[in-house]
Structures are given as structure tokens and as C-alpha cells.
């Protein structure tokens, strides 16, 4: 069964765009690769055309894989997010509790993630224990290190 995405608009266009890409550009690049690999004669002992084939397959792969993506995923409207508590789409300023380190992530879907940005996937340790929570909640955090806690000091869109 497939995994229900929640994207915003923007969010969708970008995974539309990057199929666009890999299907109009990266598609004829490895193809032209595997042509001129096989007119270089005996396949069976030719790394560059095993190369290109694999990259080939990767490729198709990660073109399936956004397809899916997009197929189950549901629009959410920013505009209707309610920000009275962690959920889907909304940014949240956390407080190490330990360390007084603040930070501030969105929620997003695992498709979404990009830390560089301040996205988080629900699906991580951290966002999953601030679902539903509040803002002056103090979570704990099980990772690999230890118990972390955090305090939610603002919710937004």
C-alpha cells in the first residue's frame, strides 16, 4: 500500500519540475551514453556501457519513485492550517531544553525534507513527538544518543 503524501502546491510543481528534468534532459543524456558505449564493439567486457546501463536503471527508478510520489499525494491549503497546535505544514521554534539552543523547523512531508531550509519529514524522531503538542509543551526526544527535550515556544504558518 502506498504512503498517503500531504505537498503544498509548491511543493508539487517542484516534484513536477524535476520529473520534467530527469525525463527530458537526464533520459536522452544516458541514452546517448549507452549509444556511444555500445558502438565501442564487445558489450560483454565494456565498464562503460555496465555503467550507463546501471545509471540508466537509477534513473528510471527515482522517475517512478517521484511518479508514485505524486499519485498519492493531497494538496494542503497553508491557509487552513491550524496553528494552535504541531501539525503537518506548521513552523515550530523549538528550545533545547539542555543546551538553550533555539531553533525552527517546518513540518513537511518526507518528499518536502530539506534541513539546508529548515524542513523536517513528520516522519523523523523529532517531528513525530511534537504532533499534537502545544506551545510551552516540553517534549522528550528518544535518538540514538540519548533523550532530548525540547520546548515549543511558537507555532506557525
Same mark, same amino acid.
Given at each position: ?21 530527469l ?24 565498464? !562503460? $556501457?555496465?555503467?550507463?546501463? *546501471?545509471?540508466?536503471?537509477? +534513473?528510471?527508478?527515482r ?6 510520489? %505524486? &499519485? ?26 539542555a543546551?538553550?539552543?533555539?531553533? !525552527? $523547523?517546518?513540518?513537511?512531508a *518526507?518528499?518536502?525534507?530539506? +534541513? ?9 524522531? %523529532? &517531528?513525530?513527538?511534537?504532533l ?9 526526544v ?16
Open positions: 500500500m502506498a504512503t498517503l503524501n500531504y505537498v503544498t502546491e509548491e511543493g508539487l510543481q517542484r516534484l513536477r519540475k524535476e520529473i520534467e528534468q525525463k527530458n534532459i537526464e533520459r536522452p543524456k544516458i541514452s546517448q551514453q549507452i549509444a556511444e558505449a555500445r558502438d565501442k564493439g564487445d558489450l560483454s567486457e565494456n565498464a !562503460e $556501457y555496465d555503467a550507463a546501463k *546501471e545509471a540508466q536503471g537509477l +534513473l528510471e527508478l522517475i517512478a519513485n517521484l511518479e508514485a510520489v %505524486i &499519485a498519492n499525494s493531497r494538496i494542503i491549503d497553508e491557509s487552513k492550517i491550524d496553528i494552535s497546535q504541531v501539525q503537518i505544514m506548521t513552523k515550530v521554534k523549538l528550545k533545547n531544553v543546551t538553550k539552543v533555539v531553533m !525552527e $523547523y517546518t513540518l513537511v *518526507e518528499s518536502e525534507a530539506n +534541513l539546508k531550509e529548515g524542513k523536517l519529514s513528520v516522519g523523523t524522531p %523529532i &517531528a513525530k513527538s511534537l499534537g503538542k502545544k506551545v510551552g509543551n516540553v517534549v522528550e528518544q535518538v540514538p544518543s540519548g533523550i532530548l527535550k525540547f520546548e515549543i515556544l511558537n507555532i506557525s504558518r
